[in-house]
């Protein structure tokens, strides 16, 4: 099957449980329709750069999925009829990462990275 990366914003006035309980809502619905939620991860309130439906932050959220493309496509559906989720990205990808994504991982565990340089 497909493998697939979703993330979605929730809207900012949602309690931590209520938006986990969003992402396993949607794992549920996955694996109704034949799909299976391989890792998700709850990145938890960040500061959008621009306001969407009036937010300044939301609740993010990130699933690991492998599932048919009719699976996906009820899932996102759901999700955009959804009226706590105010935006859905969802991408194919050939092979999941492994460990933590790069928003949960620490800054210094972070590779790639350059000294930042002094500002004047």
Do not use: C
């Amino acid at each position: 099957m497909p493998l697939y990366e979703h993330v979605f914003i929730a809207r900012q006035d949602l309690s931590n449980a209520q938006a986990e309980g969003l992402v396993e809502h949607f794992g549920t619905v996955l694996s109704d329709n034949g799909g299976k939620v391989v890792e998700s991860e709850y990145w938890g309130v960040k500061t959008m750069a621009y306001k969407i439906n009036k937010n300044r932050k939301g609740h993010y959220a990130f699933l690991k999925t492998d599932a048919p493309a009719s699976a996906v496509q009820e899932m996102e559906r759901l999700m955009r009829l959804h009226d706590d989720v105010m935006r859905v990205l969802t991408i194919k990808v050939e092979e999941h990462a492994e460990g933590p994504s790069v928003q949960m991982q620490k800054r210094d565990e972070r590779e790639g990275r350059g000294e930042r340089r002094p500002r004047n």
